[in-house]
């Protein structure tokens, strides 16, 4: 997925922004990605991805499947409908 594709739905937080903040702030774990407007903190769909950001941008080896980089846009967003729809995680309230 290209760098402008959103990867957290929740709180709209964009690829190029996740990478410039590991750029930035250099978090040690995946999970401080959180601190990037909230990513990976609602319903829980980002969360592989984040992960993959991360190693990527860190150049550690992932034994997960890059995904992210062979989705689209529009089958990341139709694979979070499904994640949503099966009850695996809700998006916060508006």
């Known amino acids: 997925m ?3 594709a ?18 930035l702030e250099k978090p040690k774990v995946a999970s401080m990605l959180s601190q990037c407007g909230g990513a990976g903190t ?20 992932s034994a997960e499947s890059s995904d992210l980089e062979t989705l689209t846009p529009e089958e990341y967003s139709q694979r979070r409908a499904k994640f949503i729809e099966e009850g695996k995680g809700r998006p916060p309230a508006v």
Do not use: M
Request: glycine residues 4%; hydrophobic residues 35%; aromatic residues 12%.
């Open 2 to 4: 290209n760098l402008d």
């Open 6 to 23: 959103k990867i957290c739905y929740c709180f709209h937080v964009s690829r190029r922004k996740l990478e410039n903040f590991i750029k």
């Open 42 to 61: 609602g319903c829980g769909w980002c969360i592989p991805f984040l992960k993959q950001i991360h190693a990527n941008c860190n150049q550690i080896t």
